[in-house]
């Protein structure tokens, strides 16, 4: 399974991203598919997570109401609308996905298996 992120990038105060994560290589089973953030220093935060083919989706309270999490399967990609950005959301935006048994713990990283590379995502 191979991730690859882009859509980061610098943008002040109040602006909006979109993120994208194109996934290949996995079979067409049920899959948990998350986005993560980190900053130096800091742990990994997962910030929205969802099932394919629908079903949960899972959001972090800082984000909720400002972020989207979305899916387009037929472009095997996985996205998120970031809106009303802060400051704090500045981080390095990981999307990961994994085997999904149970949507169960959907924000807990060591739910997933598979990693993208980032993106970095600054507000200023």
């Avoid at 800082?62 to 472009?75: C, E, H, L, M, Y």
């Amino acid at each position: 399974v191979q991730l690859v992120e882009s859509g980061g990038g610098s943008v002040q105060a109040g602006g909006s991203l979109r993120l994208a994560c194109v996934v290949s290589g996995h079979p067409r089973s049920r899959y948990c598919l998350g986005w993560f953030r980190q900053v130096p220093g800091k742990e990994r935060e997962g910030v929205a997570a969802t099932v394919t083919a629908g079903g949960s989706i899972d959001y972090a309270d800082s984000v909720k109401g400002r972020f989207t999490i979305s899916q387009d399967n037929a472009k095997n990609t996985l996205y998120l609308q970031m809106n009303s950005l802060k400051p704090e959301d500045t981080a390095m935006y990981y999307c990961a996905a994994a085997p999904c048994a149970s949507s169960g713990f959907l924000l807990r990283d060591w739910k997933y298996d598979y990693w993208g590379q980032g993106t970095q995502v600054t507000v200023s």
